[in-house]
Structure formats: C-alpha cells, structure tokens
C-alpha cells in the first residue's frame, strides 16, 4: 500500500510540474476591463431603424465590438453609424475606427446593408480606439444616417 501511495504522488507531482507551466500564475493574468453601452431606444434615420438594446462593448485594450438589429422601409438601402467616444462631460475624446475599413475615405464609418424591406438584419461589428482614452470614457453616442 505503502508502494501505491509513493507512486501516486510521483505521478501527482510529475503531472503538476508537466501542466503547471500551461496554467496562469497568481497575480500574472491580466482580464481586460470593459464598458458597454446599451441604447434602450428605437433609432431612426431616414427609412433605417435600429432597435433598442444595440450595444457597443469597449474593452481596455482599446477593441470593441458592436451588436444590434436595424431594418429599412425601403430596399437596398444601408444603415450609416459613426460612434462617438465621450468623457464625463460629454466631451468627444474620439471616434471609433472601423476595424473591416468599408469606405477608405471614412475609417471611422460602419456600414450595415439592408437588401429587403422585409427583413430584419442583426449587426455584428468591430472597432478600434486609443487604448489610453479607456480610462475616461465614460459616454458614447452615435451619428447616423440612412
């Protein structure tokens, strides 16, 4: 028995010196801080219409990702969003860029289309900001067009 137990603790110790490096340390991880906006309201621009509960999410290492439903009254028609950085006193610090450029003479644009008036379209997209602005943000608001 004796025997069973020294051999289980080698096993113990080899596997904990085998998976401990894969695993983080105390103290040397590093989560990202994050903000989310959520507009509670219905959105219009034009014949566009974004639903409530769009949201962009900021993270600290200046990435944020955006998620929301709009629609048109018309076909082939597109959702034009700009998305504004603010501090406390809703002071523009900046504007996201858009991580899948759609318009080069406008990086800071984002670009849903809508094909079908009959249709609903969820909004998934991607931006960057000054990773060293995150500490004052504490307000967004969009510009849009239709």
Same mark, same amino acid.
């Given at each position: @028995? #004796?025997?069973? #137990?020294?051999?289980?603790?080698?096993?113990?110790?080899?596997?904990?010196?085998?998976?401990?490096?894969?695993?983080?340390? +105390?103290?040397?991880?590093?989560?990202?801080?994050?903000?989310?906006?959520?507009?509670?309201?219905? @959105?219009?621009?034009?014949?566009?219409? @974004?639903?409530?509960?769009? #949201?962009?999410?900021?993270?600290?290492?200046?990435?944020?990702?955006?998620? /929301?439903?709009?629609?048109?009254?018309?076909?082939?028609?597109?959702?034009? @969003?700009?998305?504004?950085?603010?501090?406390?006193?809703?002071?523009?610090?900046?504007?996201?860029?858009?991580?899948?450029?759609?318009?080069? +003479?406008?990086?800071?644009?984002?670009?849903?289309?809508?094909?079908?008036?009959?249709?609903?379209?969820?909004?998934?997209?991607?931006?960057?900001?000054?990773? #060293?602005?995150?500490?004052?943000?504490?307000?967004?608001?969009? /510009?849009?067009?239709?």
């Amino acid at each position: @028995m #004796r025997d069973i #137990r020294r051999s289980v603790g080698a096993v113990a110790a080899t596997l904990a010196l085998a998976l401990g490096p894969a695993l983080p340390a +105390t103290g040397t991880a590093h989560a990202l801080s994050s903000r989310t906006f959520t507009w509670n309201k219905v @959105m219009r621009a034009g014949d566009c219409t @974004m639903f409530e509960g769009a #949201r962009w999410t900021l993270y600290s290492d200046g990435t944020a990702t955006f998620d /929301g439903t709009v629609t048109s009254g018309d076909d082939n028609d597109a959702w034009l @969003m700009w998305a504004y950085l603010k501090d406390a006193d809703n002071a523009v610090l900046g504007t996201l860029t858009n991580y899948r450029v759609q318009d080069p +003479t406008d990086r800071n644009k984002f670009v849903k289309n809508l094909p079908s008036e009959t249709q609903r379209y969820r909004w998934f997209a991607s931006g960057r900001f000054d990773a #060293r602005k995150f500490p004052l943000i504490r307000r967004m608001s969009l /510009g849009k067009h239709c």
